[in-house]
């Protein structure tokens, strides 16, 4: 049987309503298998992966907004029974974790942020190209041009294409949409959980020092520089992109 709640497939790696819970959000385009498995499993954790609404085997269509996103996500964690987690974000599904954190602050034990910033500036003609459907094959290949490093094995490129392409019409142009508008930068002092950000060495679609900067600007957070890796780095460097999060993780 398919796990979902509220429409949204998960994977759940314990299936049980105890211990401490990670959610893994992925990013724009995506879904939850942009997670390495051994980031899916973690000793201690039950880690929950769900596909975002509209994206993967999720129902419904795909959201406009950040916000939407993050109301959707804490009313499937409300249909799940879970008070307290450490949310844990790929780019566009960072955001949603920071908009999550600003909703319901209580709800959030701490935050793992990768290729993240307090904004997400949208190359306006990208945006453009990705609301033509006969251009989204070759706006696909751009993003993922974009989104790796320039040494990383192009079978993981050619798989990114797959997934993009493989969205209902309109998803991916709305994920993109949605994070041209997303801006907190004022509102980072409100953030008080420990939050790791993870920024890729050589990332092109966020660039490590935007991820700097939302770890200056949070009140107890810390940046990390994955090397080798693009914004894509847990797929790039899933080792690497691991033992942060495990080092960061043992403080709960």
Not at 69 to 82: M, P, R, V
Not at 104 to 124: H, I, Q, Y
Not at 152 to 160: C, E, F, S
Not at 212 to 220: D, F, I, N, V
Request: charged share 25%; aromatic share 6%; hydrophobic share 40%.
């Amino acid at each position: 049987m398919v796990p979902a709640i509220n429409g949204m497939y998960y994977v759940d790696s314990t299936r049980e309503n105890q211990g401490r819970v990670l959610v893994w959000l992925h990013g724009a385009g995506g879904n939850l298998t942009q997670w390495p498995y051994t980031l899916r499993r973690l000793p201690g954790w039950r880690v929950l992966t769900p596909d975002l609404p509209g994206h993967g085997r999720s129902e419904g269509p795909g959201l406009l907004s950040i916000e939407g996103y993050a109301e959707k996500i804490l009313d499937w964690l409300d249909a799940l029974e879970i008070e307290s987690a450490m949310l844990g974000g790929h780019s566009m599904g960072a955001a949603i974790v920071l908009q999550m954190t600003l909703n319901d602050p209580e709800r959030v034990k701490g935050l793992v942020l990768l290729g993240a910033g307090s904004r997400m500036d949208v190359n306006p003609q990208l945006l453009g190209q990705l609301a033509i459907a006969e251009h989204m094959r070759g706006t696909s290949e751009q993003i993922a041009k974009w989104s790796f490093h320039r040494e990383t094995d192009p079978r993981q490129r050619q798989a990114m294409v797959r997934q993009l392409t493989a969205n209902r019409a309109g998803v991916v142009y709305g994920d993109f949409r949605a994070c041209s508008e997303f801006d907190i930068g004022s509102e980072l002092d409100r953030i008080t959980q420990p939050a790791l950000v993870l920024c890729g060495e050589a990332d092109i679609m966020m660039p490590a020092r935007l991820g700097q900067e939302l770890a200056e600007g949070l009140l107890r957070g810390e940046a990390r520089i994955v090397p080798d890796a693009g914004h894509m780095m847990m797929q790039e460097q899933p080792r690497k992109v691991l033992g942060f999060v495990e080092d960061f993780l043992e403080r709960f």
